[in-house]
């Protein structure tokens, strides 16, 4: 999907079209913030989008072909909230993939799935994996972008993986297999 992994790309896009995005994003002009657009879709309520990002809450679902419903706003109470994420891992500081990996008090917590969105039509094509930065550089102004490393496709569960429990009532990526 263009991504590539161990590159830094846009969570939220800073405030003015003057001020650059995350690495991945610089050369590619699509994926340059569009108007009020900054990158958040969901829920337009602050605590809604707080409990999403440090406590795992899961307002609606979302699959590949529909379309991402896009909120706008700056959102900048969210810095705390993956402030808060970042600090619940071990390691709150390596920004590399394989450092993070190597260093033996990681838990997983830096690790986020997001939905990877169509350029074209804004529909979800995928979801990727991504490693939150540091906790120091997400700023608590709406001027600067906050960036997350790339890891890769996200790794879903389906009924026929050999760790799969059937359904389940806890949130996270699921694929539906309907078997006769």
């Given at each position: ?55 795992d ?7 590949v072909g ?81 960036c ?19 359904a ?13």
């Amino acid at each position: 999907m263009g991504f590539v992994p161990g590159t830094q790309y846009t969570l939220r896009y800073p405030s003015s079209n003057h001020k650059d995005p995350c690495t991945g994003d610089q050369l590619d002009n699509y994926h340059k913030k569009n108007g009020g657009d900054r990158g958040y879709w969901g829920s337009t309520s602050t605590s809604a989008l707080e409990a999403q990002i440090a406590g795992d809450l899961q307002t609606e679902s979302l699959t590949v072909g529909q379309d991402l419903p896009d909120v706008g706003g700056a959102k900048t109470a969210a810095a705390s909230a993956l402030v808060d994420r970042v600090d619940q891992d071990g390691d709150t500081s390596d920004d590399d993939w394989a450092s993070y990996l190597a260093n033996s008090s990681h838990n997983g917590r830096r690790i986020v799935i997001m939905p990877l969105q169509s350029e074209v039509n804004g529909t979800v094509l995928g979801f990727g994996s991504f490693l939150l930065t540091d906790d120091s550089s997400f700023d608590h102004t709406g001027n600067g972008a906050w960036c997350a490393v790339y890891i890769g496709l996200a790794t879903v569960t389906d009924s026929t993986s050999s760790n799969s429990q059937g359904a389940s009532s806890a949130s996270g990526p699921y694929q539906v297999k309907l078997v006769q």
